[in-house]
């Protein structure tokens, strides 16, 4: 155990990546180190200068500290995927250490020329996600999709694969888990050229459900997922047979991804920006015939640079594993192998050796 205090200056949460982190982490490092929490300390004291290291949240392109507290070394955490704003430079100058939630994600910070960089990738819990036995029920094969439903992580292309699929296979079928309690980034959907973007109903259910029917989806072949806790998820993943990940960018290496591998769940998955850290040809079926998306803001400078999935890939994919049983049992085996190193546990010990 080490004696020096560590200062997690990190939100907490049971839904979002951040707050999983930040619980998590709490509970790893307990074990091993003197640790202070000044996420529940009152808020004016937040400006302290303390003893030992501050572990910050860093919020996305700014590099901006989530909580202004100093220690005696700094570092920071970052997940992003637009284009650093330029403060992000000076805001960087302030810290020892930057590390980020994926390769990509590093590899941009030195793109900026920021050189005080390194990578910190999340885990999962193995307690909560772990290889599931092969569902018994063979009548209906079930797609699972998750993430915030937003253009970013792609769902779009989900959806018109599944809506292309589903007539073609009658017993194939998808669960959903995109409830997104942020208004704007639901709007982004509007940018894809493969669904029509609509806002109707009260309930995210009335409101899936008539995006359902706008697209040419039948909804009674889609359940919706409320917003559940990550403990309940993997019951969710137990009565599907394939993830289906063709997100256009995460800064990190995708939570949901991993925690759906580590059930010993097979993956279509982009193979881009932060997935590349976590799938391999080896345990996912790989989506690589993509092409440079530029997203521009309302000036027309461009705001991000992503990846765009083909979704004639998406529905070749998606129709190889259907058909691929074998393969997918394999694939599934080398997924759970590979999460077994992927660990909160192992994230805090890598952490730990930033601190010294």
């Known amino acids: 155990m080490t004696s020096k205090i560590i200062h997690l200056a990190l939100p907490t949460g049971t839904n979002y990546g951040w707050g999983l982190c930040g619980a998590y982490l709490r509970k790893e490092l307990s074990k091993v180190s003197c640790l202070s929490d000044p996420s529940i300390w009152p808020t004016a004291d937040w400006n302290k200068k303390v003893e030992g ?31 650093l704003h330029e403060g992000a430079v000076a805001n960087a100058a302030q810290l020892d250490l930057i590390l980020a939630g994926s390769s990509w994600c590093r590899d941009r910070l030195l793109e900026k020329g920021i050189l005080n960089a390194d990578i910190l990738i999340q885990g999962i819990d193995p307690e909560i996600f772990y290889p599931l036995a092969p569902k018994s029920e063979e009548k209906e094969f079930v797609l699972f999709s998750g993430g915030k439903f937003e253009y970013r992580k792609g769902q779009d292309l989900v959806l018109a694969a599944f809506r292309i699929l589903s007539q073609k296979y009658p017993n194939m079928r998808l669960i959903n888990s995109w409830e997104n309690q942020w208004i704007d980034s639901m709007r ?16 995210w259910v009335e409101k899936m459900h008539s995006f359902y029917i706008r697209n040419g989806v039948d909804p009674q072949k889609v359940h919706t997922c409320p917003l559940l806790p990550n403990r309940k998820m993997r019951a969710i993943y137990g009565k599907t047979d394939l993830g289906i990940f063709p997100n256009r960018c995460e800064g990190g290496t995708n939570l949901v ?12 998955a982009s193979f881009s920006s932060g997935h590349q850290d976590i799938v391999t040809e080896q345990n996912a079926f790989l989506l690589k015939s993509m092409k440079a998306l530029e997203i521009k803001d309302s000036t027309g400078k461009i705001s991000a640079r992503w990846d765009d999935p083909s979704l004639d890939e998406v529905i070749a994919q998606i129709e190889f594993a259907y058909h ?3 393969k997918r049992l394999q694939v599934s085996r080398n997924a759970a192998e590979s999460l077994k190193t992927w660990t909160w546990s192992s994230m805090a010990e890598r952490l730990l050796r930033f601190t010294i």
């Open 257 to 268: 991804l991993m925690e759906y591998m580590a059930c010993g769940k097979p993956v279509v």
């Open 53 to 83: 290291t501050c572990f910050h949240a860093l919020e996305g392109a700014n590099l901006q500290q989530w909580m202004p507290l100093r220690g005696e070394k700094n570092l920071g955490y970052v997940f992003f995927e637009n284009e």
């Open 324 to 326: 691929q049983k074998e």
């Open 188 to 203: 982004t959907m509007s940018l894809s050229p493969h669904v029509h973007y609509i806002e109707m109903g009260d309930t």
